[in-house]
């Protein structure tokens, strides 16, 4: 089997990287998660990549073939949006669990408004770096104690000044590979 | 006070890796497999690691 890691573009032409003689799909766990951002992190620093989805794996050599051959123009797009950027995490956790409620209508009245209270939360980061913001993806209430988590694509040389900004409204990551901004 | 913190920082990183990893990325619908199977880890150096991924041929 083939792992494949990442579709990169070297001199122009799209360039799947792949680790061949792979036994079975690997385990999601801490380990090969680290292992597949590290190599697609290094892979990043020679020119633009697309991660896979973690744990892809393909038959033949073929299969790679065709998934260029099928979706090469919407790749190209894509490595052409993230060239010379990176991915930045921002994640605010706060201090609440499940909502407790006794009727119906006083739950949803609850999640509306801690809808509301993430929602003032995310936009407040949003506008102190959006003029760094090249794209980004930004979920609210992913978990029940987190307020809002996302990704921010940004050109490479604005990461430091991203992390300092948005650190003030949340933790930050990265620089990530472009994982959010790769489908 | 200082442990908890990191150990925090560490969650959060791997919460973070997690999403990304299983969440995003280049999908090749019906070929992906995600094993549940137990696999014993070996420990590579991350320069045999990169200097063992390929480059496929594309015609």
Redesign the interface.
Known sequence: MIY????GE?DG????????GVE????????????????VA??MEEGPV??????????T?D???E??ARRGEE?RGQLAHVRGRV?M?V?K?WERGPIVASSGSEFMRAKAERRAAARRQAAELHAAVEDLAVDSVVHLI?RDDTAF?G?YLVEKHDAQRFAARAGEYA?V?GP?PP????? | VKNEAAVR?RE?????????????????SG?????????D?V??S?RA??A?????A??
């Not at chain 2, 070929?31 to 696999?39: M, N, Q, R």
Request: glycine share 6%; proline share 7%.
């Open positions: 494949v890691y990442a579709i070297r032409d799209l360039v799947p990287f792949v680790r061949n079975r799909p690997p385990t999601p766990d801490e380990a090969m998660l680290r292992e597949h951002d590290q190599v290094t892979l697309l991660p896979m989805r973690f744990g892809t794996v393909v038959h050599e299969d790679v073939r998934l260029l790749l991915e995490g994640r956790q992913p988590a990704s933790a990551t990530w994982y959010s901004f790769s489908g | 920082q959060i990183a791997l919460v973070d890796l997690v999403d990304r990893l299983l969440g995003g990325g280049v999908v090749i070929d992906i497999t995600l094993a549940v199977a137990d696999v880890l420990t590579i991350l690691l990169v063992s991924v390929e480059k496929v594309v015609p």
